[in-house]
């Protein structure tokens, strides 16, 4: 038996710009908080950098996903 998972299909219209947008910005933002994470000479200040990139990317998806539930209208 082959195992599924079940994905979520995308809510309104995922085409948007606005949509297209917010999601470019929040993988923008998580891979800056990778490229930081992944340097083996990273000091506390890159890890801070990283830290609030990876949370600015969380308040970016939060929005796509508000644009898509309530249509568009973020």
């Known amino acids: ?3 599924t998972a079940n994905v979520p299909r995308p809510l309104g219209d ?3 710009p606005a ?7 929040a993988d923008n933002a998580l891979a800056m908080a990778l490229s930081l994470l992944r340097d083996p000479a990273a000091t506390t200040a ?8 990876a949370g600015r990317a969380s308040e970016l998806l939060r929005q796509a996903f508000a644009t898509q ?3 568009g209208a973020a």
């Open 69 to 71: 539930t309530e249509g």
């Open 1 to 3: 038996m082959t195992a």
């Open 46 to 53: 890159d890890l801070a950098r990283a830290a609030a990139r």
């Open 19 to 25: 949509l297209i947008s917010l999601s470019a910005a």
């Open 14 to 16: 995922s085409t948007s």
